[in-house]
């Protein structure tokens, strides 16, 4: 079965600080993965995916996020945070199996960036 | 304007009582997926679906039935709500064709169960 951790529920950074957010996940193939970002009382959106080429993708807002196969991870990044990345992030997997289309979510890290 | 729409957006429910959470698409996505999101629990998948007439039962389906009687709708039911099935609900549609089986979110449906 497929799961996903995200290893820090909170974490706090100031404002210009570089931002490191982990995902490790657990599957027998390489699956889609995907960061999403909630804002206060709405739905998930999505800041980046990836499924295979450059393990270095790019997302929205300055966002990437690095693939790496051997430690089964896929961390977020971005080079200098404003306080308006203050959110709940998700990390998640899609198989992508012939025989299953479910989405699976870790447990989101909330981030909150000081002015 | 918003792609996938939820409703109600706010419920209060008795104890023992049916509830029917609502979820229309405009993305023509086939699959749609229920989500319930609890603090520790991030978001877990209830119920999910290929398409019109199909329900598959996602990580925690007990307590909770699902219909999909169209492309566009597909409905969350709990027949005998309980207070352990207060929560936040999102629905979501994707489509592993050409997306990647990126979803797209509604905005949540707050239900508290008295």
């Known amino acids: 079965a ?76 971005k080079a200098s945070v404003h306080w308006s990345d203050s959110a709940v992030y998700f990390c998640a997997l899609s198989p992508l199996s012939s025989n299953t289309n479910k989405v699976v979510f870790g447990t989101g890290t909330r981030l909150q960036v000081l002015p | 304007e918003a792609a996938v729409t939820q409703s109600p957006r706010n419920k209060v429910a008795v104890t023992g009582g049916k509830v029917t959470l609502s979820c229309n698409q405009t993305n023509n996505h086939n699959n749609m997926y229920w989500y319930r999101q609890d603090t520790g629990h991030g978001l877990r998948l209830i119920h999910y679906s290929y398409g019109a007439g199909s329900t598959e039962k996602g990580d925690i389906p007990d307590g909770y039935k699902a219909s999909r009687p169209s492309q566009e709708n597909f409905s969350l039911i709990l027949e005998l709500a309980t207070p352990s099935q207060t929560s936040v609900y999102f629905c979501a549609s994707g489509d592993s064709q050409n997306s990647g089986n990126t979803l797209y979110f509604g905005e949540g449906s707050r239900l508290i169960v008295v």
């Not at chain 1, 210009?16 to 490790?24: D, I």
């Not at chain 1, 800041?47 to 295979?52: E, F, Q, V």
């Not at chain 1, 450059?54 to 991870?73: H, I, L, R």
């Open chain 1, 2 to 77: 497929q799961s996903v951790t995200q290893p820090d529920a909170r974490v706090t950074v100031s404002e210009g600080a570089s931002l490191q957010l982990r995902c490790k996940y657990s599957y027998s193939a390489t699956p889609y993965l995907f960061w999403y970002v909630q804002y206060p009382r709405q739905g998930l959106q999505l800041l980046l995916k990836y499924y295979s080429g450059d393990p270095v993708v790019q997302g929205v807002n300055s966002f990437e996020a690095e693939f790496s196969k051997s430690n089964s991870s896929f961390h977020l990044q």
